[in-house]
Nanobody, 127 residues
Framework: QVQLVESGGGLVQAGGSLRLSCAAS????????MAWFRQAPGKEREFVAI???????AYADSVKGRFTISRDNAKNTVYLQMNSLKPEDTAVYYC?????????????????????WGQGTQVTVSS
């Protein structure tokens, strides 16, 4: 079983930065695809970024150029560096893991295809 624990959320002004962390335990995740999703009140959970086991990444258009996903396999931890934050980035951010990689956005953007989830961390961006 895999446990994921997010941290690093908080309140920040527009234009500011935050770095989210997702620490994994129970299994080494070097062979897993790791992703970040977010969910704003009244909205569906949406894909933010993925880092595949091979190291390639992909981002939602809404965060491209502002967010960076990275992983430290030695620490079994995935990060999401968020810069130039906007009020519309306000949401609960979730870390997710899957023991497979996808090349097509048809698959890796679908929350239902991920096996493991963290509890989420709140990010609030004030205007």
């Amino acid at each position: 079983q895999v446990q994921l624990v997010e941290s690093g959320g908080g309140l920040v002004q527009a234009g500011g930065s935050l770095r989210l962390s997702c620490a994994a335990s129970g299994r080494t995740l070097s062979s897993y695809a790791m992703a970040w999703f977010r969910q704003a009140p009244g909205k569906e959970r949406e894909f933010v970024a993925i880092r595949r086991s091979g190291g390639t990444t992909a981002y939602a258009d809404s965060v491209k150029g502002r967010f960076t996903i990275s992983r430290d396999n030695a620490k079994n931890t995935v990060y999401l560096q968020m810069n130039s934050l906007k009020p519309e980035d306000t949401a609960v951010y979730y870390c997710a893991a899957a023991p497979r990689d996808w090349s097509s956005s048809v698959y890796y953007t679908r929350a239902a295809l991920y096996d493991y989830w963290g509890q989420g961390t709140q990010v609030t961006v004030s205007s």
